[in-house]
């Protein structure tokens, strides 16, 4: 019964998000098979595309692609990254975006988040801009390293938009262009406006952990057409012509299958009751700890709406007498997986030699937090099974 960390929820185990699949996934992924449309030209994958944009408020394009990181991966050379530039991120995130700026032989430099909102602090940012960087002509270079500076990519972590106005405006006010990296928190706003709509250009994921999923998905938003285009044209091999097999580029094979769009077209249909689920299961999550010393329950700042993707809550080691780790280890000893966050960037060996700007708050979140089981079809009883444990673990 006990749950190794990183293990797959089974039969009676709760697991930290798993995928609800409970609509017309069936039904359509046999359309599929069928018709025999199961590659990338198909009629899902518009229609998935379509929807998407609809569900985003209009007035942006969106192009499938086959995950999160390859979204980030053409978002990047569509904005015009060359090796050797660099991209302003959290160092709390998962690593796919800091990766995908190395594919592009560039570099991340990791700013810090706020102690409140867990998010890219606006002000941090700011006081880099106007501290370590200066103009050269039009362009921006980071004075210590002496890169060009092309971009901020800001991450909406754990289902919880960014701060995304002050962002935006330092971020333009200095001529670079801005990734939203939205892979965690689709479904979520800020100030009314849905997140995947904000930056430059922003990026979704499907994979199986995520709101919505496709089994592995991605999409590329933007309000740019020739963008999008140029997206479509960079994701299918860069074909100038298809039938004679010319090629104006090196482009990649990143498109979506006709099968999984069938499935986010399924999933995306199902989206606001999974909205409703996340969030309801974060109240009782927020109701349950708010009068425990010692566990912070999650934030969520009064200019956001979250969908809570990942429920995490902060364990005050010197006030439990015990750690976030080691409240990890009792939860799977009862069949009850919970994960900490992500190792900062700036200390991952993966990502050596990048720059890191007086990063503390990431740093100290990684140590307290722990993200509970959060999927959208856990019942109430699991959920309660879940916060006895940990009530049990503050009984001191
Ligand atoms: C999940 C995730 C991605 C990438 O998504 P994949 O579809 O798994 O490639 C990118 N960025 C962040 C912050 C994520 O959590």
């Given at each position: 019964m006990s749950f190794e960390p990183g293990a797959v929820a089974g039969n009676g185990r709760i697991g930290l998000c798993e995928p609800h699949i409970a609509g017309n996934e069936w039904i359509y992924i046999k359309e599929c098979l069928d018709s025999g449309w199961v590659s990338s030209a198909g009629n899902f994958v518009g229609r998935f595309e379509q929807e998407m944009a609809n569900y985003l408020g209009g007035g942006v394009e969106a192009v499938a692609v086959v995950n999160g990181t390859s979204a980030l991966h053409i978002s990047l050379l569509i904005a015009g990254l060359q090796p050797d530039d660099e991209v302003l991120m959290p160092a709390l995130s998962f690593i796919a975006p800091a990766n995908t700026v190395r594919y592009c032989g560039a570099w991340p430099v990791f700013l810090d988040v706020d102690q409140e909102t867990w998010q890219l602090n606006p002000a941090q940012l700011e006081s880099f801009l106007s501290e370590e960087s200066e103009k050269r002509g039009k362009e921006l270079f980071n004075r210590s390293t002496g890169r060009r500076i092309k971009a901020v990519l800001p991450v909406d972590l754990l289902g919880h938009p960014a701060d995304m106005d002050p962002i935006i405006d330092t971020a333009h006010q200095h001529g670079l262009v801005v990734i939203e990296d939205a892979t965690e928190s689709l479904g979520a706003k800020y100030k009314?406006?849905?997140?995947?709509?904000?930056?430059?250009?922003?990026?979704?994921?499907?994979?199986?952990?995520?709101?919505?999923?496709?089994?592995?998905?991605?999409?590329?938003?933007?309000?740019?057409?020739?963008?999008?285009?140029?997206?479509?044209?960079?994701?299918?091999?860069?074909?100038?012509?298809?039938?004679?097999?010319?090629?104006?580029?090196?482009?990649f094979n990143y498109r979506l299958t006709n099968l999984q769009a069938a499935m986010g077209c399924a999933q995306l249909e199902q989206i606001d009751k999974f909205i409703e689920a996340k969030r309801g299961i974060a109240a009782r999550y927020e109701e349950a700890f708010r009068d425990l010393t010692g566990i912070t329950p999650m934030p969520q700042a009064e200019w956001a709406q979250s969908v809570f993707w990942l429920y995490t809550v902060l364990i005050d080691e010197e006030l439990v007498g015990s750690s976030s780790r080691k409240l990890m280890l009792k939860l799977g000893q009862s069949g009850i997986q919970a994960r900490p966050l992500w190792q900062p960037l700036h200390k991952s060996p993966a990502l050596a030699n990048c720059q890191a700007f007086q990063v503390r708050v990431a740093e100290q979140l990684q140590n307290r937090a722990l993200s509970l089981p959060s999927s959208v079809g856990m019942t109430e009883n699991q959920q309660k099974m879940v916060i006895q444990l940990i009530a049990t673990f503050f009984d001191f």
């Open positions: 009314g406006r849905p997140v995947g709509t904000f930056g430059d250009i922003s990026c979704l994921s499907f994979n199986g952990n995520k709101l919505i999923t496709t089994g592995g998905g991605g999409m590329i938003i933007t309000d740019k057409p020739e963008w999008a285009a140029r997206a479509r044209y960079l994701t299918t091999q860069a074909k100038d012509d298809p039938l004679e097999y010319i090629h104006g580029e090196v482009g």
